[in-house]
């Protein structure tokens, strides 16, 4: 080992204990000393605070796993009180409420309510005094295990995806219970197959799958698939390894999903989805290896990257799907995704505006909303191809990931800076190079790309429902085989 690289390792695991030795409650009661040093106007005890504060965050983030939506709102809004960090401390802020899926209304209220006072300068005896403490109350603010997932969306729903059957919510110490220690993987399916009734099931690694399918086969295959994805997404980016047994629920029919989301979790799926992940007992469902490697990306990325913005965490999704995993990377490729992007290159978000998507933008409200929505999920997609095709999608998402805010807690570098800076050039040249890359690849692989396009096409009328789907498990694409139009019912 190279003695630069024993000097790292060794600084890093000072970092860590640091880290380790910090809580959220260090920080919580250096942001209220400070908070109460200004508004007594004793400026030299809250300079001296907030240094303390910075010197705490900066080991407390060591573990990017600590970079969460309670320390980032303690940073944000302490920072919103002193000059030279107000900026940043508005954009963290904004940041939050753009990338945040764990905080509901009230909490998103209570940031919007923070970033209003920061933007407009409100002093710290004027600022609100009751949160970060209450914003950190998690039993007010965060969403309740079970009411939301982590989903792929995007198609054309069939008859019984639009049912509407009424679903009864899983309690949340039911899913957190399912959990299932990495070391009683026999626990995990055998677990899984009574939820299912089923008899065919197998452990391979951290999977405990469990099919609904016919050959006996399937969830073996279905397994070590999904480790050879699993392996890739931990090498490329450090998304895992898993703390519990990953449960997947496999079944060759598409609409099974949603049978699985109303009676394994209390979910009502958004149209379209073909797979869906839960954080909460760490589970999968899906019908075809690359969907279930999409939902992988995530349900392992917040071991790492609790808070990631949509346009990179679905976008890599998307495109680990359609991947060929190789060895410790991904080979990406053109895909379906391509000539839905072609198609409804009308409805995409040019770069600049695709990187200020929320969440929320990613998800189709209704019907109607599927064009639109399979325009932002393909323009993520391709996106992600373009970085890879410049060499620069691993220094993106790394950066995005831990140089949000720069090494003096006082400058913060947006989504649009931090791409800007690695491809060299302003987001309008981005797009405009991006525009210029996307036609050639388009042009140079239309008709051959990689996977089959939706089954139903995006913009078929409203009152087409295409009929059950089957597909082979080891179909390295996300969507099903469906029967030919001509047996699809109107």
């Given at each position: 080992?190279?003695?630069?690289?024993?000097?790292?390792?060794?600084?890093?695991?000072?970092?860590?204990?640091?880290?380790?030795?910090?809580?959220?409650?260090?920080?919580?009661?250096?942001?209220?000393?400070?908070?109460?040093?200004?508004?007594?106007?004793?400026?030299?005890?809250?300079?001296?605070?907030?240094?303390?504060?910075?010197?705490?965050?900066?080991?407390?983030?060591?573990?990017?796993?600590?970079?969460?939506?309670?320390?980032?709102?303690?940073?944000?809004?302490?920072?919103?009180?002193?000059?030279?960090?107000?900026?940043?401390?508005?954009?963290?802020?904004?940041?939050?409420?753009?990338?945040?899926?764990?905080?509901?209304?009230?909490?998103?209220?209570?940031?919007?309510?923070?970033?209003?006072?920061?933007?407009?300068?409100?002093?710290?005896?004027?600022?609100?005094?009751?949160?970060?403490?209450?914003?950190?109350?998690?039993?007010?603010?965060?969403?309740?295990?079970?009411?939301?997932?982590?989903?792929?969306?995007?198609?054309?729903?069939?008859?019984?995806?639009?049912?509407?059957?009424?679903?009864?919510?899983?309690?949340?110490?039911?899913?957190?219970?399912?959990?299932?220690?990495?070391?009683?993987?026999?626990?995990?399916?055998?677990?899984?197959?009574?939820?299912?009734?089923?008899?065919?099931?197998?452990?391979?690694g951290p999977f405990a799958v469990a099919s609904v399918g016919n050959d006996p086969r399937e969830a073996g295959q279905i397994g070590n698939c999904l480790t050879r994805y699993a392996?890739?997404?931990?090498?490329?980016?450090?998304?895992?390894?898993?703390?519990?047994?990953?449960?997947?629920?496999?079944?060759?029919?598409?609409?099974?999903?949603?049978?699985?989301?109303?009676?394994?979790?209390?979910?009502?799926?958004?149209?379209?989805?073909?797979?869906?992940?839960?954080?909460?007992?760490?589970?999968l469902a899906g019908s075809d290896c690359g969907s279930m490697a999409h939902e992988l990306v995530h349900l392992l990325i917040k071991s790492k990257f609790p808070i990631s913005p949509?346009?990179?965490?679905?976008?890599?999704?998307?495109?680990?799907?359609?991947?060929?995993p190789q060895g410790d990377v991904f080979k990406l490729q053109s895909s379906w995704r391509d000539r839905t992007l072609k198609q409804n290159w009308g409805l995409r978000p040019q770069?600049?505006?695709?990187?200020?998507?929320?969440?929320?933008?990613?998800?189709?409200?209704?019907?109607?909303?599927?064009?639109?929505?399979?325009?932002?999920?393909?323009?993520?997609?391709?996106?992600?191809?373009?970085?890879?095709?410049?060499?620069?999608?691993?220094?993106?998402?790394?950066?995005?990931?831990?140089?949000?805010?720069?090494?003096?807690?006082?400058?913060?570098?947006?989504?649009?800076?931090?791409?800007?800076?690695?491809?060299?050039?302003?987001?309008?040249?981005?797009?405009?190079?991006?525009?210029?890359?996307?036609?050639?690849?388009?042009?140079?692989?239309?008709?051959?790309?990689?996977?089959?396009?939706?089954?139903?096409?995006?913009?078929?009328?409203?009152?087409?429902?295409?009929?059950?789907?089957?597909?082979?498990?080891?179909?390295?694409?996300?969507?099903?085989?469906?029967?030919?139009?001509?047996?699809?019912?109107?």
């Open positions: 080992m190279k003695r630069s690289r024993l000097l790292g390792v060794v600084l890093w695991g000072i970092l860590c204990s640091l880290s380790r030795a910090q809580t959220i409650d260090d920080l919580n009661r250096l942001w209220t000393q400070t908070m109460d040093a200004l508004k007594a106007g004793s400026a030299d005890a809250a300079k001296q605070s907030f240094g303390e504060f910075n010197k705490t965050l900066r080991a407390y983030w060591a573990n990017p796993a600590q970079r969460d939506w309670k320390s980032r709102s303690l940073a944000a809004t302490l920072y919103c009180q002193f000059p030279d960090s107000r900026a940043a401390g508005a954009e963290i802020l904004k940041q939050l409420m753009q990338d945040n899926r764990d905080l509901n209304d009230k909490g998103k209220d209570e940031l919007r309510r923070w970033r209003t006072a920061c933007t407009t300068n409100t002093s710290a005896a004027d600022a609100p005094t009751n949160p970060p403490a209450n914003l950190l109350d998690a039993s007010a603010h965060y969403q309740a295990p079970g009411v939301h997932s982590a989903t792929k969306g995007g198609y054309i729903p069939t008859g019984e995806e639009m049912s509407g059957v009424a679903v009864s919510p899983i309690p949340p110490a039911e899913l957190l219970a399912r959990r299932v220690s990495l070391s009683e993987p026999q626990k995990a399916v055998g677990a899984a197959l009574t939820r299912v009734q089923s008899r065919h099931g197998s452990i391979v392996r890739a997404l931990e090498k490329e980016f450090e998304i895992g390894p898993p703390t519990w047994m990953i449960t997947v629920y496999a079944t060759p029919w598409t609409d099974q999903v949603y049978d699985f989301a109303r009676r394994l979790h209390g979910l009502s799926l958004s149209p379209g989805v073909v797979a869906y992940s839960v954080t909460e007992d760490m589970s949509a346009w990179l965490e679905e976008g890599i999704a998307s495109e680990v799907a359609v991947a060929q770069v600049g505006q695709l990187l200020d998507l929320s969440w929320s933008n990613f998800s189709a409200t209704d019907r109607s909303d599927l064009r639109r929505t399979a325009a932002v999920q393909a323009m993520a997609a391709v996106f992600i191809r373009y970085l890879d095709s410049k060499g620069k999608l691993g220094s993106v998402y790394f950066d995005v990931r831990d140089h949000m805010v720069g090494d003096d807690l006082s400058k913060f570098y947006s989504y649009q800076q931090m791409v800007e800076k690695n491809l060299g050039q302003d987001v309008a040249g981005i797009d405009a190079d991006f525009e210029r890359w996307f036609q050639s690849q388009f042009a140079a692989t239309e008709g051959h790309a990689g996977n089959n396009p939706p089954a139903s096409p995006i913009n078929a009328p409203a009152n087409t429902m295409a009929q059950p789907c089957r597909k082979s498990p080891m179909q390295q694409s996300e969507e099903p085989n469906c029967p030919p139009a001509s047996a699809v019912k109107k």
